[in-house]
């Protein structure tokens, strides 16, 4: 399975921007999707996820609020959409996928098999 994550970009603080991503796989079977950002020098982090069936979206406290995070019924592409975008928000933003069937999803690594290349996005003041 390849991710593609798209959307990136530099934008000013409060701002908005909307992540994609995409794989051929998402067409027939949905996967439980996560978005994971990793800063300069900072540790990866979990962003948003949302579960298989796409009824149950969880997001990390920092972005609650401002996040959300949704999944195109014709495609199974999933978006996150940014809104009031803070400095701190800078960094590589990767989506991961896993094929399993979850209820819930999950805001760890290791819950997920497959990963995409990554997009950058940057907050200026």
């Known amino acids: 399975v390849q991710l593609q994550a798209s959307g990136g970009g530099s934008v000013q603080a409060g701002g908005s921007l909307r992540l994609s991503c995409a794989a051929s796989e998402f067409a027939s079977h949905y996967y439980t999707t996560a978005w994971f950002r990793q800063a300069p020098g900072k540790e990866r982090e979990a962003v948003s996820c949302?579960?298989?069936?796409?009824?149950?979206?969880d997001h990390v406290d920092s972005v609650k609020g401002r996040f959300a995070m949704s999944r195109e019924a014709a495609n199974g592409t999933v978006y996150l959409q940014m809104n009031s975008l803070k400095l701190e928000d800078t960094a590589l933003y990767f989506c991961?996928?896993?094929?399993?069937?979850?209820?819930?999803?999950?805001?760890?690594?290791?819950?997920?098999?497959?990963w995409g290349q990554g997009t950058q996005v940057t907050v200026s003041s």
């Open positions: 949302i579960n298989t069936d796409g009824d149950r979206i």
């Open positions: 991961a996928a896993q094929r399993n069937y979850r209820e819930q999803c999950a805001l760890n690594a290791w819950e997920y098999t497959y």
